[in-house]
């Protein structure tokens, strides 16, 4: 009893020793620096303050290393705790590179340019935890990102951030070495920015009276206006912009704005009707490409735009417009007439085009999402590749920069665990070691072509998303994992490695008021989907009596009996899906005893994915003549969009050759119906 006591006592005691004697490391570092070399000893630093000194620097670095809490100015070089050195004499692709020296009794960073110091001292943050951990390993580091652009994505449309919320986002952002800051502005649920020359954009489109997205879209998807008692939502300034911009400055991220078109314009549509087909608001999401004053308004809102925000890259969606006004529009009509256009997607590329241009007169450069190639792709436009990477590596081969951002892999609003452990997302899963397998260059991409990829991004759309805490939860750790990919070369990656640094990361963003995911109690993939499942029907003959969905074969006619059963998502190829009932025989090859049919269906609304209303089960000797051996019903209501999981089975007491399962589809046109494997015993 007393050894047990005086060992807790030891513990105790030694705790506050624990803190202060924790040595930051090189190797604790996100995104894992090039090089390291570990030197000897220890640097202790100076209390309470380090005076730092810049040698030719004349940026905002400065006046940023006196905002943090550990770090002083002084004139007096040889004083210096941490001297930097801005040498100046870089090509653009050592503009971000640096080496930190830290010895036992000085800190010196080199850096061509002060963005290359600044990277320095992000480093040099994480050492410290950001002024908490006191002694640092000696070591030299020398590092350069892989990737040019190193992006985040935020989307203030669906739910309005407040300005603060995306200051503290661009504080993590530059732990993290990200560089750029990818605000979508504009969408159906409300446009965010302030535009002189057409006021409804925020006196009217930028407010509705439903705060959770899924009441606006389920309901009538209006709009009100801002006295109006119930107006949700709001919209930046240009002074909140100027000062988000400058403030992202200071941390070497750029912001990139994005203004949507063609599609996703319902706002837009509602407070200025006659830009869209019909003329009507509440009708079309789509601007109306045959209208003249189509382009008049964009190209004043970009004009805007473009005196608003230094960024080279402007970014005009370009994603998921529906085009259906388009093919009986008069006007639309008749512009494919004039240019000569054989369809609606030649007449998406004929605006694309005309906007890229407008864009490129100012001197910038146009960024779309990848349906900007369909009907051609425009001169010089830079693809954002969010439908898999094959698009933005088409791109590229056209000669094109691309960005890479698949959504299987960089989609963060889908779920990073367990569904039934985590917020309601809109389906998907990405859980930190997925985030972190992606790369973006196959080896089969030639140099030439390889160099057209400008880098990656990450995307978090918050339909689902209402508050800020929740969003900022979607992106870290896994943001982590971007980061990465974005800085470090291939061959440095690790996963094991890199988690036992992303914990760390995590205690202390939690330390410094992140709400971060809780990945020290991640709990995984789903339990069935890690081992092959035994049963009867393994490997038996499936007979589709309907098809299922090319776009969801998972493994094809064998999928239902090869005993690999989905994961958390139905989109892991794992999970065959049809827009159809699922009407399939499986043949056990002779007659067998069978006590138990069943098969394991998937709800994900968000996805349009839904439970079958019905399942029947079918047994027979000969394959002609089935007889019914039960039915089971659905009990899971549509109208979450948690995600759900259920099994549909039957007992029974009898033998045979062949049994059939009938999924009765969930009603919806458009809607989905998915299983993993039929399984018999
Ligand atoms: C997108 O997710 N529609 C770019």
Redesign the pocket.
């Known amino acids: 009893m007393y050894r047990i006591i005086i060992t807790i006592a030891l513990i105790i005691l030694a705790m506050p020793m624990f803190a202060e004697t924790a040595i930051g490391s090189p190797c604790d570092v996100i995104p894992v620096p090039q090089q390291v070399e570990m030197g000897k000893g220890v640097y202790t630093w100076p209390e309470p303050d380090a005076f730092f000194h810049i040698k030719n620097g004349n940026g905002p670095l400065a006046s940023y290393l006196k905002s943090l809490n550990n770090m002083t100015a002084t004139d007096n070089q040889r004083k210096a705790d941490i001297s930097i050195t801005i040498t100046g004499d870089a090509d653009a692709a050592q503009n971000e590179s640096y080496s930190l020296t830290i010895k036992p009794d000085k800190i010196h960073i080199k850096a061509a340019s002060e963005t290359g110091a600044f990277y320095a001292i992000q480093s040099l943050q994480q050492m410290t935890r950001c002024g908490t951990v006191k002694r640092l390993q000696c070591c030299t580091v020398t590092d350069a990102p892989r990737f040019a652009y190193r992006g985040l994505h935020f989307d203030v449309s669906r739910h309005f951030r407040p300005k603060e919320f995306l200051l503290k986002q661009i504080d993590a952002m530059a732990l993290l070495k990200f560089n750029n800051i990818h605000l979508h502005l504009t969408d159906a649920a409300g446009w965010r920015l302030q535009i002189d020359r057409y006021p409804l954009l925020t006196s009217l489109a930028a407010w509705r009276p439903y705060k959770r997205w899924e009441d606006w879209w389920n309901g009538d998807r209006s709009y009100c206006t801002q006295d109006d008692p119930r107006a949700y939502g709001g919209y930046y300034t240009k002074e909140d912009i100027r000062e988000i911009i400058e403030y992202a400055r200071a941390r070497h991220i750029n912001v990139v704005p994005e203004i949507e078109m063609p599609g996703h314009s319902e706002e837009v549509l509602a407070a200025y009707p006659e830009l869209s087909c019909s003329g009507e608001p509440y009708r079309n999401g789509d601007f109306c490409i045959g209208n003249e004053e189509t382009f008049t308004f964009l190209e004043n809102v970009l004009s805007e735009v473009i005196d608003l925000f230094p960024s080279q890259y402007i970014h005009i969606?370009g994603?998921?417009a529906t085009k259906e006004g388009w093919k009986t529009c008069p006007k639309c009509k008749q512009r494919m007439e004039q240019e000569g256009l054989a369809d609606v997607d030649e007449l998406q590329s004929y605006m694309i085009h005309r906007i890229e241009q407008f864009v490129q007169s100012k001197g910038r450069t146009v960024v779309g999402?990848d349906e900007i190639m369909q009907g051609g792709l425009a001169p010089g436009a830079v693809v954002?590749s969010?439908r898999g990477a094959e698009p933005g590596l088409e791109a590229m081969r056209q000669g094109n920069p691309a960005i890479m951002n698949p959504?299987a892999y960089y989609?963060l609003d889908y779920t990073q665990d367990a569904p039934f452990k985590e917020p309601v997302s809109i389906g998907g899963y990405t859980p930190l070691e997925k985030v972190y397998s992606f790369e973006p260059l196959p080896d089969s991409i030639p140099g030439d072509v390889a160099g057209n990829l400008l880098g990656v991004q990450a995307?978090v759309?918050c339909e689902y998303i209402t508050d800020d805490s929740h969003a900022e939860y979607m992106y870290y750790p896994r943001a982590f994992a971007v980061a990465e990919t974005a800085w470090s070369q291939p061959e440095q990656k690790n996963y094991p490695d890199f988690r036992r640094r992303a914990l760390n990361l995590v205690t202390q963003l939690r330390s410094m008021g992140y709400n971060t995911f809780d990945l020290a109690n991640e709990y995984g993939d789903r339990k069935e989907s890690t081992r092959p499942l035994k049963h009867l029907a393994r490997g038996c003959k499936v007979i589709y009596n309907l098809p299922y969905s090319r776009q969801y074969p998972a493994a094809g006619d064998s999928a239902l009996t090869d005993g690999v059963c989905g994961g958390w998502t139905y989109g892991d190829n794992r999970w065959q899906g049809t827009m159809r009932d699922m009407d399939v025989t499986i043949d056990l090859g002779s007659i067998k005893p069978v006590h138990y049919v069943g098969a394991t269906f998937l709800q994900s609304v968000g996805a349009w994915v839904y439970m079958p209303r019905r399942v029947d089960i079918y047994l027979s000797d000969d394959g002609e003549n089935f007889t019914l051996a039960g039915q089971a019903w659905c009990d899971v209501p549509d109208t979450s969009a948690e995600i759900r999981y259920k099994v549909y089975s039957t007992l029974c007491d009898a033998s045979a050759r062949y049994v059939r399962l009938h999924a009765v589809k969930y009603p919806k046109r458009g809607s989905w119906l998915f299983t993993d494997e039929i399984v018999i015993n």
């Open positions: 969606g994603d998921e999402f954002m969010w959504n989609y995307n759309w």
